[in-house]
């Protein structure tokens, strides 16, 4: 098993409409009014930015996301990440239930050199920080489409 290799597979719904909420995630670097671990989204160009990410655990995590995919019919989004990650991550948008299913995925390499120094004796406190952060994202979405 390599210790610095993650994926996680995370899952939300919302009561708005599919169409929405892939604007709302396609528009990267709005991220940070909504989600209070992005700390900060630069765009490099059209289809490229570095972001800084800080959940619970005190560290910041530097990325460069490259858009690898764009599908609006198909409501998905998928970002190669390099940086102190390195993978992609994908997000998948679906009618449900009158409102939206949301699918976040991520397989990603821990670069930073400290992070994989505390792979094995962090690993589930780096799942449980990830987890943090997610439930954040999904109650800020909602919050900023309902005022939106």
Known sequence: MDWNHF?????WELP???DTVY???ERAEDYPRWWPQVRGVNRI?????TTRIRSF???DLVLTLRQRHSDPAARTLEAVMSGD?????RWTVA???GGSRIVYEQESDVRRALLRRLAVPGRLVFRANHALMMRAGRRGLEAWLEAV
């Open 7 to 11: 994926r996680f597979r995370t899952v």
């Open 16 to 18: 708005a409409p599919p």
């Open 23 to 25: 604007a709302a995630l």
């Open 45 to 49: 160009d059209d289809t490229a930015a």
């Open 57 to 59: 655990l005190p560290y």
């Open 85 to 89: 990650l390195e993978g992609w991550a």
């Open 95 to 97: 009618a449900h239930h």
